[in-house]
């Protein structure tokens, strides 16, 4: 099936621990996206790759750190788990010349 | 700064009530607002793109309009696999990458 699919789906974890989430899209789109939707249900974005050079960096601690080995791929990595980065994240993929973003199915990140 | 929001936060329906949902917005010069559809732990589903005030979009039950302050989304004669959260997002002109900037959404549960 085309389509964004992200790894893992869940992910408990302990505070100050290190994670990662990958997400991979075979629809031949060249930006992606990692948002975060808080227990509120705010979907905000966190990072944009656009053939695999970062071009959106919304304030995010730089314990996240995107890496985008190719342009279907683009991981999270989080360094140092606190409380607060519990939250569902999403990976998003967009075709250029397109408005549309395609979002994956999320990870929810718990951190305890 | 580009600001959506939704209302209601919730709305409850009978099978064939027809309503609408509302999205406001301020944002400097639209480039293009987004309707997704989220079920519950899953990723947003794309639904609609509309561009300019005046313009309108279908798909099944769905209607969405815009002018230049809100869009509607109109759902006439809901069904129960209506029920879901829908979530409005804004493009602005002046982001080079496509940023979405998302409401928080209103919950609709259609009952049979």
């Known amino acids: 099936d085309t389509a964004v699919s992200q790894t893992p789906k869940y992910l408990v974890t302990q505070m100050g621990n290190d994670k990662s989430i990958k997400c991979e899209q075979n629809?031949?789109?060249?930006?992606m996206y990692w948002y975060k939707q808080d227990s509120k249900k705010f979907l905000k974005i966190m990072f944009s790759y656009n053939n695999k050079e970062l071009i959106i960096n919304e304030t995010v601690p730089n314990r996240f750190s995107p890496k985008s080995p190719d342009k279907a791929h683009l991981n999270l990595h989080i360094n140092s788990l606190e409380l607060g980065d519990s939250a569902v994240y999403f990976c998003?993929?967009?075709?250029?010349?397109?408005?549309?973003?395609?979002f994956g199915p999320g990870t929810r990140l718990t951190v305890l | 700064e580009d600001q959506v929001t939704q209302s209601p936060e919730a709305l409850r329906l009978q099978e064939g009530e027809s309503s609408s949902l509302n999205c406001s917005y301020t944002?400097?010069?639209?480039?293009?607002l987004f309707w997704y559809r989220q079920d519950p732990g899953k990723g947003p589903e794309f639904l609609f793109t509309l561009y300019s005030a005046g313009e309108e979009k279908e798909k099944e039950r769905l209607k969405a309009t815009l002018t230049k302050k809100e869009s509607f989304l109109h759902i006439t004669a809901p069904k129960p696999e209506d029920s879901a959260t829908y979530l409005c997002a804004v493009q602005a002109e002046n982001t080079g990458f496509q940023k979405l900037v998302f409401g928080t959404g209103t919950r609709l549960l259609v009952s049979p």
């Open positions: 998003a993929s967009r075709r250029r010349g397109w408005n549309e973003q395609f």
């Open positions: 629809l031949g789109h060249d930006t």
């Open positions: 944002v400097s010069g639209l480039r293009g």
